[in-house]
């Protein structure tokens, strides 16, 4: 087991967003620290007109500036940030086919970073015709003006990010979590420029960004979030849609009604597919192995009961020592369901360590909280997470501010699922958002006969955007259809599918449609053996030749990396 602790950083990252546990698994994370500060945004001059610069080794960066306020399109400005991995052919070549726009969720993630990181494995994926393009969503990090409630980093270390709790972790846990909010919306509203912040006005943006390309119609490849956005567009702008993916879909009328309560149906899935996993891979493969999946949930359960009156604590090198308490190893296991084909070994380590209680758990290797910056200036870029609360809240129909009106709604949660008592804390975060302007933006009901029709995403066991919402999202928009990839984890990049890359490539290329009952399978094993090396093929998996010719899979372990990172720092 020693070779995965070796090779296996678990870094808890408590920075900015919700879900606060950053997994840096792969030597590509590494470069995003770097990243931050490579380049300098505050250099380019926000323009009108699309200005490239060169960034990031073979990308390119613009600001486009964009109406603030498109009631008032001579007002004020944001500057939307922009970073490109060009197409390999030029502009004006009949092979050129334009630019395709990502997000990779969050709501607040940043396409910027995601770009940056895995452009050029993109390009791969989609096909070296098109322009690939990151933006960061107005408000957020790059994008100006940044969504920021607080002056300083220590003082929103001491207020800031109303994390995603298990409101179950305490008996006050709920209480304190209400009471935060309401501290934390004041600031918001005495300090922050939130109110054109919403996926309305992101939605225009998007057609400013495809006009500024000279073109009329959206590309498009949405996760997670990403799906509201990509739908919220094709319900504004049903003529402007050139191709749309969208992937790991929400349920966009419950996010509109700022519920939060369809997005866990298959999280018991999802966790079923570890235990049934670890039972399979036996003790070798899986650390936290017993001899029938019921025998691993019950040890989980005893490991959470006991954690929850008795938090671990991880004395580790400078910098480094921690309480591993209720909360955070509820909400570790969570978005371990997110990425089972990375974290379902890993993690099943430290569990194991956990319960032997084992004072020194390897794997852990801390990253610093916070610095004090000595130049402010340095972090006005940073990915905060005020700006996902300013989406989630701006977005959503006003949350009550009364305390009995959070216990109710957490109570509801709890009896959805076990994990309800996570989800609750996303619409108590809105308790006491300053509403002090009239919501007037798009709020749904998503739906259109688009230009063309959207190819729809969804995986069989999701933890967080069930295949329910796919379905539903298909009904609203004429001649979409759903793809399903048969495997546990958020959104396809959650699993290395030759079958659904190659759908995704014909649809952006050719315009071709999967037929509506296709299920694609996965390569690879949840507990792969130790000894193994790459990737291990499941056998009843079958594709044929082409597919699997097309298949890069460096390629896709650099787009999975890069969102599982931008997600794992935040909610979907
Ligand atoms: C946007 O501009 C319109 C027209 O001036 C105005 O009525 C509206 O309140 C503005 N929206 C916001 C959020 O300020
Ligand atoms: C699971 O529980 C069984 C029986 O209670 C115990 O013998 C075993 O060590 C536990 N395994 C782990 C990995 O905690
Ligand atoms: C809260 O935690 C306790 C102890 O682990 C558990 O029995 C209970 O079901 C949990 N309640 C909710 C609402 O999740
Ligand atoms: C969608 O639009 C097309 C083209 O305008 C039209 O032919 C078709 O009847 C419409 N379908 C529906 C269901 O409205
Ligand atoms: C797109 O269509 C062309 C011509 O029909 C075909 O040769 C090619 O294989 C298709 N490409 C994909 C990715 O399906």
């Known amino acids: 087991m020693s070779s995965t602790y070796t090779k296996l950083i678990v870094g808890w990252v408590a920075l900015a967003g919700l879900l606060v546990l950053g997994f840096r698994l792969n030597p590509i994370d590494y470069a995003v620290e770097n990243i931050q500060h490579e380049f300098s945004w505050a250099s380019i001059v926000p323009s009108d007109k699309l200005e490239w610069t060169d960034c990031y080794s073979a990308h390119q960066c ?13 007002g004020e400005k944001a500057a939307i940030a922009l970073t490109r ?11 050129y086919r334009g630019p395709v726009l990502f997000n990779p969720g969050g709501p607040g993630g940043s396409g910027v970073d995601m770009i940056a990181l895995a452009g050029s494995a993109l390009a791969v994926m989609v096909g070296p015709e098109f322009d690939i393009i990151g933006f960061d969503p107005r408000g957020v990090s790059h994008s100006t003006p940044r969504v920021s409630f607080f002056e300083t980093n220590m003082e929103r270390n001491a207020w800031g990010n109303p994390s995603l709790t298990d409101l179950n972790s305490s ?31 992101t939605a225009r943006d998007m057609l400013q960004i495809v006009r500024a390309h000279g073109r009329e119609k959206l590309q498009y490849w949405g996760i997670s979030y990403g799906s509201v956005l990509g739908a919220v567009f094709a319900s504004m702008f049903p003529d402007k849609v050139e191709r749309i993916v969208i992937d790991g879909v929400v349920d966009a009328e419950n996010y509109f ?31 936290f192995h017993a001899p029938t999946p019921e025998a691993i949930f019950k040890n989980l359960t005893t490991l959470f009961k006991s954690i929850q009156t008795r938090p671990i604590p991880v004395h ?18 969570l978005a371990t369901l997110y990425w089972p084909y990375s974290l379902f070994s ?25 610095e004090c910056p000595n130049d402010p200036a340095e972090h006005q870029f940073d990915n905060v997470a005020d700006s996902q609360v300013a989406i989630i809240c701006n977005d959503g129909r006003a949350v009550p501010s009364g305390f009995d009106e959070a216990e109710k709604h957490y109570q509801m949660m709890a009896k959805t699922s076990s994990w309800g008592s996570i989800l609750a804390s996303v619409r108590i975060m809105c308790s006491g958002w300053p509403e002090d302007t009239p919501k007037r933006h798009f709020q749904g009901p998503v739906t259109g006969n688009t230009s063309f029709p959207l190819l729809i995403i969804g995986n069989t066991a999701d933890p967080i955007t069930p295949l329910q919402n796919a379905k539903k999202m298909s009904k609203a928009f004429t001649g979409s259809v759903v793809l399903t990839q048969d495997c546990p984890g958020h959104t396809s990049l959650a699993g290395a ?3 659904t890359w190659g759908y995704i490539r014909e649809y952006f290329l050719n315009g071709t449609l999967p037929d509506n009952d296709i299920v694609c399978p996965v390569l690879g ?9 790459g990737l291990q093929e499941n056998e009843q998996t079958v594709f044929s030749a082409a597919r699997r010719d097309m298949f890069n899979f460096e390629a896709f372990e650099t787009v999975q990396s890069s969102a599982r990172r931008s997600m794992t720092n935040f909610l979907l």
Do not use: M
Not at 265 to 283: E, I, M, N, S
Not at 525 to 531: D, K
């Open 62 to 74: 613009a600001r486009l500036n964009v109406p603030l306020n498109y009631s008032e399109p001579e």
């Open 525 to 533: 094993s949840l507990f792969p053996n130790p000894g193994a090396s």
């Open 346 to 370: 890993p993690v099943a380590a430290l569990l194991a360590a956990l319960a032997r209680g084992d004072e020194a758990l390897p794997i852990l290797l801390p990253i610093p909280t916070f």
């Open 85 to 95: 991995y060009p197409a390999a052919v030029p502009a004006d070549s009949p092979l």
């Open 171 to 201: 008996s006050d846990a709920l209480g304190r979590f209400w009471a935060r909010a309401q501290v934390y919306n004041r600031f918001a509203a005495e300090r922050g420029s939130y109110q054109h912040i919403n996926t309305d006005n």
């Open 316 to 333: 580790g090198p400078p910098g480094g020592s921690r309480l591993i308490d209720y909360d955070l190893l509820r909400r570790l296991v």
């Open 497 to 499: 599918s030759p079958c």
């Open 257 to 287: 009604d700022a519920l939060w309560s369809n997005n866990l149906l298959d999280t018991d899935k999802a966790l079923q597919a570890f235990f049934d996993g670890c039972v399979a891979a036996g003790p070798e493969a899986c650390a």
